[in-house]
């Protein structure tokens, strides 16, 4: 099973990356640090990620 632990979007490229855990059927850890990328070419992936990317710029961003 795979178990993800994070992920982020590098900006411009719409590139993904994540980092999970891998366990074998009885839960023991096999893979502490697998990674994986891709680009988000689909696009309701990239309308989620317009989403978080809205969210961050006018919630977290904006100034006082």
Known sequence: MKILRSF???SGERRI???YVETNEEG???DRNARDSFY????E???AIKVIEDY???NRLAGD
């Open 17 to 19: 990356s994540s980092a």
């Open 45 to 47: 992936l990239q309308a």
């Open 8 to 10: 982020q979007v590098i």
């Open 56 to 58: 961050i710029n006018q």
């Open 40 to 43: 988000a070419v689909d696009p």
């Open 28 to 30: 023991n850890i096999t």
